[in-house]
């Protein structure tokens, strides 16, 4: 399709966002001879800003300040992505999915799409696996699709349907999200039944492919609880989902799991397990990592466990509207928290390369070589600009390294506010002391902020780290912070501003950062 006939492509439906009313100018236009390029973020923007120089037009649809996990994509963007000859996007499920199936539903079938983080590899970057710290006390439960679903035509695009269909029990259970404000959506009520009339649409959780979520579980009276998911698979939005499998899972809710009646089942009482469905195979099941660490997974069909509700984990609903669904507040509820604030969804490694400088210039050498293909012409540019940034960002690379050099052994310990810098201690001799993320089921007790004050304490850390765009999040940090006569710092993940308005400025600040707060 030519520029000139993308105008109308733009009003189709990508997810579900409808695109409508096609008025105004996209940022992205026809008719230039400036190779036009989208990107996911405004981190990529740059990048190909520092390598394409003046032969591009580049646009990212989340904007400036905005995060990428949770930017909802517009009109605007889909138009912009209509218009693009080239799309950078960082995925390893990095963004929010509808801006993937925004990109994936609007781009010309001519255009060429590029994921960083997965195709950097051929460039020497290094990937390490999101390594998640249960922390927890009882076990941390999630949902899992596990594979891409090729088999059935599935993309990055598609959609994996996880229903509940029947709950037994001697109570009600619910699966919720709280978001990073607070907000609560309820995914699984068994309070008000499951109807098949509609599909089971008010009681569907939807993922990707080959990912998993986190998950907050409530049950409002102890006993042996099970719960029946039905697993579909929608590869495309026009499309019937194709039915997978239909499996029950068991719960000991504040009882001996003994009560369950199984005998020899597995007792699923710490780390991390997702109910999960396996896409190779079409089937229902458990995946279980008893450390909690991502590395030793035991895959279990569900009748062959037991998932361990412990009476410890008996809490009161919090005050608050968001949490009325669970009953009044003080009402006692068994509940397996989340752990992770807001949603979640993610695969199986850290999409956030670019923390390791290295990793970095292998973004540069994957665009300098993508525009290169799509525009032979400025194929001596694209080269000349790319190896003048790499020569910088080696640099840069040095700077860091021996900037945080000057921070003392026992006191490169990050404390911040989102998973995001797991990379940034690989590469640089940190070490991630934890993450701030309240949960439900402890929001309106002391429990985590003594938690948290004592891990300041042990550490002796001498500041904690919040990233600018998110400090409006963290206000258990904050005020633990103070309390403890602790600095709080800035420490930048994936967006910029004037203190660091482009991806070198950014790690350079970082560096000056954490040697100014941890240094001696």
């Not at 910088?392 to 998973?419: C, K, N, S």
């Amino acid at each position: 399709m030519s520029r000139a006939g993308r105008r109308t492509a733009a009003c189709v439906v990508a997810g579900s966002l409808l695109l409508t009313g096609c008025a105004g100018e996209p940022a992205l236009v026809a008719g230039t001879d400036r190779l036009q390029v989208v990107t996911t973020t405004v981190l990529l923007r740059d990048l190909v800003r520092q390598v394409g120089g003046d032969r591009v037009d580049v646009v990212s649809l989340v904007p400036d300040g905005a995060d990428p996990h949770a930017h909802e994509p517009t009109l605007r963007d889909a138009r912009d992505v209509v218009y693009a000859d080239v799309a950078f996007s960082n995925y390893a499920l990095l963004e929010e999915h509808a801006i993937i199936r925004t990109l994936d539903a609007n781009l010309p079938p001519e255009a060429v799409s590029v994921s960083l983080a997965e195709e950097s590899v051929k460039y020497a970057a290094e990937i390490i696996p999101l390594v998640e710290d249960a922390g927890l006390d009882t076990i941390w439960l999630g949902l899992r699709a596990h594979g891409d679903g090729a088999q059935h035509g599935a993309t990055r695009t598609s959609q994996v349907l996880l229903s509940a269909t029947d709950a037994t029990g001697p109570g009600d259970v619910y699966g919720y999200l709280t978001g990073a404000f607070g907000d609560t959506d309820v995914y699984l009520d068994s309070s008000d039944g499951f109807d098949a009339a509609t599909g089971y649409r008010d009681d569907t959780m939807t993922l990707p492919a080959d990912a998993h979520t986190h998950l907050s579980w409530a049950f409002t009276e102890p006993g042996v609880h099970t719960l029946t998911l039905r697993a579909r698979l929608q590869v495309d939005d026009t499309s019937r989902p194709v039915d997978l499998d239909e499996a029950t899972f068991t719960f000991a809710v504040g009882v001996d799991p003994s009560r369950a009646g199984r005998p020899d089942a597995v007792v699923l009482d710490r780390g991390h397990a997702d109910l999960t469905v396996d896409l190779g195979t079409g089937r229902l099941g458990v995946r279980h990592d008893p450390e909690g660490a991502g590395h030793d997974r035991h895959a279990y069909a569900p009748d062959e466990v037991v998932v361990h509700v412990p009476a410890k984990a008996l809490e009161e609903v919090p005050a608050g509207p968001q949490f009325a669904f669970l009953g009044r507040p003080g009402t006692p509820v068994h509940q397996l928290p989340q752990a992770v604030l807001g949603k979640h969804v993610h695969g199986e490694i850290d999409p956030h390369l670019w923390q390791d400088v290295r990793n970095g210039m292998a973004y540069v050498q994957l665009i300098r070589d993508t525009l290169t293909a799509a525009d032979p012409a400025g194929a001596r540019d694209y080269r000349g600009r790319a190896s003048a940034y790499l020569r910088e960002l080696e640099q840069v690379d040095t700077y860091v390294r021996d900037t945080l050099a000057q921070v003392p052994p026992e006191r490169r310990h990050l404390i911040t506010t989102h998973d995001a810098f797991g990379y940034l201690a690989h590469a640089y001799g940190l070490s991630v002391a934890g993450f701030v993320t309240p949960n439900p089921s402890t929001e309106s007790s002391m429990a985590d902020r003594r938690r948290l004050a004592q891990t300041i304490r042990t550490l002796e850390v001498p500041a904690v780290f919040l990233e600018p765009n998110l400090a409006a999040r963290s206000s258990t940090l904050t005020e633990v912070a103070a309390e403890l006569g602790v600095d709080v710092c800035r420490l930048y993940g994936d967006t910029f501003d004037d203190d660091a308005p482009d991806y070198a400025a950014m790690m350079r600040a970082n560096a000056d950062e954490i040697r100014r707060c941890l240094g001696a």
